[in-house]
């Protein structure tokens, strides 16, 4: 038998195409009617958020989720959703789950705030800079700032490092500081300042840990002054209100 007589003939050809379109065309018409009719036929009744909230609110997290629902529950693009959940200021992170019927589980970590930072933020233990949606802030917080929000995670490292050794010297750091131009300062519960400027910062730190018990033994202090090669320069908070500056040992 020849060649030829092998190959299938124009009607059979054109009968396959016939065919291929027709099931293409059915399979796009179904895909289509599930897309349509899933929603409706599959709907997500149920929000259920698990974890321990205390900024968040679960009423607030439901209506969040419910408003961003596109799709019954085989349809429903978690992923995206997610994505808006962690866009969230509070919200550290945020797991889907479809559980079927018609429920979807929610669990959130949260941010917690570590300190104040600027005039209208928080900053959580891990230098993540996040603003509340409805501008309040936790009273009672330490305030850290600097000059761009990237500077967060060098500030809070300074108060973790800073903080443990003052409190054992009985003083508890209120703030920390990060100026334009990189100087350091520290404000003590109190009221105390403490300059360290730009250059030497630990030196003079510790400069600070080694002459803090004779310094307290002379008085109270308002201002530290660390700016110095060499000692340090005080000014005492005098019991009429008044002040004095003394150097100790002090020289540029």
Do not use: C
């Not at 149920?46 to 529950?73: H, P």
């Not at 705030?113 to 917080?141: C, K, T």
Request: charged content about 25%; glycine content about 10%; aromatic content about 6%.
């Amino acid at each position: 038998m020849s060649q030829a007589n092998d190959r299938p003939s124009k009607a059979t050809l054109l009968a396959r195409l016939l065919i291929a379109v027709t099931l293409i065309t059915g399979l796009i018409g179904a895909a289509t009617i599930g897309v349509d009719w899933e929603p409706r036929l599959l709907p997500v009744r149920v929000v259920s958020i698990e974890g321990e909230l205390r900024s968040l609110s679960r009423e607030a997290l439901q209506q969040t989720v419910a408003s961003q629902i596109r799709g019954g529950i085989l349809t429903l693009d978690l992923a995206s959703l997610r994505d808006e959940l962690e866009s969230l200021a509070w919200v550290a992170s945020a797991r889907l789950r479809r559980v079927w019927p018609d429920r979807i589980e929610l669990t959130v970590v949260e941010h917690q705030a570590e300190a104040r930072w600027g005039q209208d933020a928080l900053v959580s233990a891990a230098g993540h800079v996040f603003r509340p949606e409805d501008g309040r802030l936790p009273a009672g917080l330490p305030h850290l700032s600097g000059p761009r929000d990237q500077d967060a995670p060098m500030v809070v490292e300074r108060f973790h490092e800073w903080s443990p050794q003052l409190a054992g010297l009985g003083l508890i750091v209120d703030g920390i500081h990060r100026g334009a131009r990189g100087d350091w300062s520290v404000e003590l519960l109190g009221g105390t300042q403490l300059l360290f400027g730009t250059e030497q910062v630990e030196t003079r730190f510790q400069r600070l840990l080694t002459a803090y018990g004779r310094i307290e033994a002379l008085g109270i202090p308002s201002l530290l002054d660390l700016r110095y090669s060499n000692g340090l320069a005080v000014r005492w908070l005098a019991s009429d209100g008044g002040g004095q500056s003394e150097r100790l040992a002090a020289n540029r």
